[in-house]
């Protein structure tokens, strides 16, 4: 696996098991994560072995988010069976999609900030895999998905439960509080296709397991999530798609949230107000 990342001064990084090095060591003529996009879903990307200096170790690094600007936001609700039963809702037969702005993002660190309680009192976290786009491309077929993403995160997605019960019209405004999006520090690359299905996505709350399932429970796989809004509208590098929680957990301040996507990666951040 390969990994691109930014400092949280903005340096672009590329990665692997043993660290990390400047993107520009390895690709001089790339000055930027976003500019790497493609690279990473064509499979050029070049290796860390190919820099001149020996790479240094993600602990001794201080990471902001990945991408200085990531580009459409998408969510995908009610995308395990077993989510859905516990909120009683129905299983969709279409992805059920929603948008959030770029507000919501904070940094792979958080902190999450609770609204105001006169505006919510109850608000769940939930982890999830993120699709991250390499290429610009219109009516992909679900075989072609390798070819158009660059790579995954793992990320904490938040609802505003209380004012989402209030009325379902109101998605939009409980989905869209300032950092209700805590993406991971680190694109993860596959070198070569990876098989999704296997892996596993928990949602934690101080150390304690509250949600897991496996992405081959998802009623809408990643390729047919890309697949079907890319029938809808042009997609282009730097889209991400929140793919779906196998459960929310309802926090507090003092809490510390992690999501945790197998063979993809970890981010952890905690709650204030």
Not at 112 to 130: D, G, K, M, W
Not at 192 to 220: C, H, Q, W, Y
């Amino acid at each position: 696996m390969k990994y691109l990342a930014r400092t949280a001064t903005g340096n672009p990084l590329l990665g692997n098991e043993d660290g990390y090095v400047p993107l520009r060591s390895v690709e001089p003529d790339l000055d930027s994560v976003h500019e790497a996009l493609p690279r990473a879903a064509d499979g050029t990307l070049g290796d860390v072995a190919d820099a001149p200096a020996e790479p240094v170790p993600a602990a001794d690094l201080t990471f902001g988010a990945p991408l200085a600007d990531f580009g459409k936001l998408w969510g995908i609700g009610l995308n395990y069976a077993e989510h859905a039963g516990d909120l009683d809702e129905q299983r969709p037969e279409e992805p059920a999609s929603f948008m959030k702005p770029s507000t919501v993002l904070t940094g792979p660190s958080g902190p999450i900030r609770l609204p105001p309680t006169s505006q919510s009192e109850r608000v769940t976290a939930e982890a999830e895999l993120a699709v991250v786009m390499g290429r610009t491309c219109r009516n992909i077929d679900e075989n072609d998905f390798d070819d158009v993403v660059a790579g995954f995160l793992p990320v904490i997605d938040m609802t505003a439960e209380d004012v989402l019960q209030r009325n379902p019209r109101f998605l939009t405004r409980a989905k869209s509080y300032d950092t209700f999006l805590v993406p991971g520090a680190a694109l993860a690359v596959p070198e070569e296709p990876l098989d999704l299905t296997s892996l596993s996505v928990k949602t934690e709350v101080n150390g304690d397991i509250k949600a897991e399932n496996e992405i081959r429970n998802m009623l809408f796989p990643p390729a047919e999530i890309v697949s079907f809004h890319s029938d809808v509208m042009s997609l282009e590098p730097g889209d991400l798609f929140s793919t779906g929680t196998p459960g929310a957990a309802h926090i507090e301040p003092g809490d510390d949230v992690r999501a945790v996507v197998e063979d993809i990666g970890t981010v952890e951040a905690p709650v204030t107000r």
